[in-house]
């Protein structure tokens, strides 16, 4: 949640970048108002051979918005001319103008295309994600919580998590993709990444090519089905192109051969593995330090009781019935279970009895 000033800057910058889309009509508004009465107050003289204030010519200016003059006729050109032409250009003004303002200002959670355009104005460094979908949706979510201002653009409305969007307050952009319009709204220029994260290849492609055309510095994450064309974007378009199926296939072979590993992921030739510790035979008396270096691997978090630490320190002892979340290798990983004595896999019956809460494997 934002705080009160945080939630206030917005709105300034909001307001701000209302000001720039409408300063024709904020002009002509001031030229109307300011001008006009000045002109009435040194022009006009009453029948009876009286001049009038700046008020009174500022009210018969008002009134003349809604073709109701507050002032009787006389005979001169300067003044005629005023009374003919403020009527239905300031008719104009109000409709198109100052109606959109207000409408924009105050119903911001339409999500029209106008108003995020709006919103997005106010944002520098943002991330695009395109693509609304479970993929899309997580990635915003990740990037909210690490603060990250974000504008979605999904082209179905009845796509699976628009209400979801749309209730957290995300500005959500319904649009095609191909439209030379879409990707401007979003204020791409001044984005400093875009995620593109729909389910069509080739919709995937055409989305980076128009944001880097836009913005060549903006960093791209393109979502491809196809291994092989990943592997030939990443080669010649410098960009972060990944496989779901690549994702998910260590993750999903590791946990067939032993579900207690939580996560998976390779650095350079190394798959490296993630998995939940229950302290006990070698363990105890052991600190995180000696973990480290005789097994190489790293402690992420302890639980003890119903405290947990995240990164504990070096001299931290591990007592008998502490939880202990290690990163490592995954020959690191066998070594260390070894060590443990649990060397085999558990039985799958036993699984959900040796994981916390949230770190179930989907198997």
Same mark, same amino acid.
């Given at each position: 949640m934002k705080s009160p000033a945080a939630r206030l800057m917005v709105d300034l910058r909001y307001l701000r970048a209302l000001a720039r889309r409408f300063r024709s009509t904020l002009l002509l508004a001031a030229v109307i108002f300011g001008l006009g009465p000045l002109l009435y107050h040194w022009r006009y003289v009453g029948p009876g051979g009286d001049g009038i204030s700046y008020g009174e010519a500022l009210h018969h200016v008002y009134f003349l918005l809604f073709g109701q003059p507050s002032l009787p006729y006389v005979s001169d050109w300067l003044v005629?001319?005023?009374?003919?032409?403020?009527?239905?250009v300031s008719i104009a003004l109000v409709v198109d103008g100052v109606v959109r303002f207000a409408y924009l200002f105050f119903a911001r959670h339409k999500n029209d295309k106008e108003w995020v355009s709006v919103v997005s104005e106010t944002m520098k460094g943002h991330v695009v994600v395109c693509?609304?979908?479970?993929?899309g949706y997580r990635v915003v979510t990740q990037l909210r919580e690490m603060g990250k201002d974000v504008v979605v653009v999904e082209k179905r409305e009845d796509a699976t998590f628009v209400s979801a969007l749309r209730d957290e307050n995300v500005p959500l952009l319904i649009d095609d993709t191909r439209s030379p319009l879409c990707l401007p709204r979003t204020h791409v220029k001044k984005a400093s990444a875009i995620v593109c994260a729909t389910d069509d290849d080739l919709a995937n492609l055409n989305i980076a090519l128009d944001a880097r055309r836009l913005n060549p510095g903006i960093r791209v994450v393109i979502r491809l089905f196809d291994d092989d064309l990943g592997a030939k974007v990443r080669d010649t378009f410098k960009a972060e192109a990944l496989s779901s199926s690549s994702l998910a296939a260590p993750a999903m072979a590791l946990a067939a051969l032993d579900p207690r590993l939580i996560h998976s992921f390779r650095i350079g030739k190394h798959l490296m593995v993630v998995s939940l510790f229950v302290v006990r035979d070698g363990l105890p008396g052991m600190n995180v330090s000696q973990v480290r270096d005789r097994f190489g691997g790293l402690a992420l978090?302890?639980?003890?009781? #119903?405290?947990e630490t995240l990164h504990p320190t070096g001299d931290v002892v591990l007592q008998a019935g502490d939880q202990v979340t290690v990163q490592a290798s995954y020959p690191e990983y066998c070594a260390l279970r070894a060590f443990t004595g649990e060397s085999d896999a558990p039985a799958y019956?036993?699984? #959900?009895?040796?994981?916390?809460?949230?770190?179930r494997s989907a198997g």
């Open positions: 005629e001319t005023l009374n003919i032409l403020i009527p239905p693509g609304a979908g479970r993929v978090s302890l639980i003890r009781g #119903d405290t019956a036993d699984h #959900d009895n040796f994981l916390m809460p949230g770190y």
